[in-house]
T-cell receptor, first 109, second 115 residues
Framework: DAKTTQPNSMESNEEEPVHLPCNHSTISGTDYIHWYRQLPSQGPEYVIHGLTSNVNNRMASLAIAEDRKSSTLILHRATLRDAAVYYCILSDGNNRLAFGKGNQVVVIP | DAGVIQSPRHEVTEMGQEVTLRCKPISGHNSLFWYRQTMMRGLELLIYFNNNVPIDDSGMPEDRFSAKMPNASFSTLKIQPSEPRDSAVYFC?????????????FGSGTQLSVL
């Protein structure tokens, strides 16, 4: 499986935007970029996914580099409820998502 | 929609006992996944079913672990005999398989403690 690299942790101030980077230099042409997050004591939750174009939904935006070797998850206005571990994952079409360590996001009031 | 339902929410057992974890996927979903999460190893995929058939069980750690999906609405993960190192949170997830861009929906997990 193609792998991703994320920071171990990040801090953000409440009500400010948060940019979560992800590197995936070995991505193949058919790999989708998925983002999930896991709040404390809960199962992972889908956030967003994309292939080539930038994507927006009610939770976040996903900016994908033109060469697809990196992407950024953008939370437009962080709230305390956004404190979670965020996972950047590549899917090769078999739906077997391999979760890494993720990026622990701390939101400071 | 009730989402993916797992039971029990918590399980405490003694080493050597049999443990059965249960999962009800979202109606209409044709793929089901069992994951295990520990501090040391993070989230690991144990087994993956598609249309009730096990497709990939390469993540199942040992023969002590077995999983079944007798129908589209129910799956079990069994550990026999259980050991303290099996202590973890076990998640079940379901999705609709297709082109690779599907979403996985996770249950709330079963916190297993083997004493």
């Amino acid at each position: 499986d193609a792998k991703t690299t994320q920071p171990n942790s990040m801090e953000s101030n409440e009500e400010e935007p948060v940019h979560l980077p992800c590197n995936h230099s070995t991505i193949s042409g058919t790999d989708y970029i998925h983002w999930y997050r896991q709040l404390p004591s809960q199962g992972p939750e889908y956030v967003i996914h994309g292939l080539t174009s930038n994507v927006n939904n009610r939770m976040a935006s996903l900016a994908i580099a033109e060469d697809r070797k990196s992407s950024t998850l953008i939370l437009h206005r962080a709230t305390l409820r956004d404190a979670a571990v965020y996972y950047c994952i590549l899917s090769d079409g078999n739906n077997r998502l391999a979760f890494g360590k993720g990026n622990q996001v701390v939101v400071i009031p | 929609d009730a989402g993916v339902i797992q039971s029990p929410r918590h399980e405490v057992t003694e080493m050597g006992q049999e443990v059965t974890l249960r999962c009800k996927p979202i109606s209409g979903h044709n793929s089901l996944f069992w994951y295990r999460q520990t501090m040391m190893r993070g989230l690991e995929l144990l087994i993956y079913f598609n249309n009730n058939v096990p497709i990939d069980d390469s993540g199942m750690p040992e023969d002590r672990f077995s999983a079944k999906m007798p129908n589209a609405s129910f799956s079990t993960l069994k550990i026999q005999p259980s050991e303290p190192r099996d202590s973890a949170v076990y998640f079940c997830a379901s999705s609709i398989t297709g082109t690779g861009n599907e979403k996985l929906f996770f249950g709330s997990g079963t916190q297993l403690s083997v004493l």
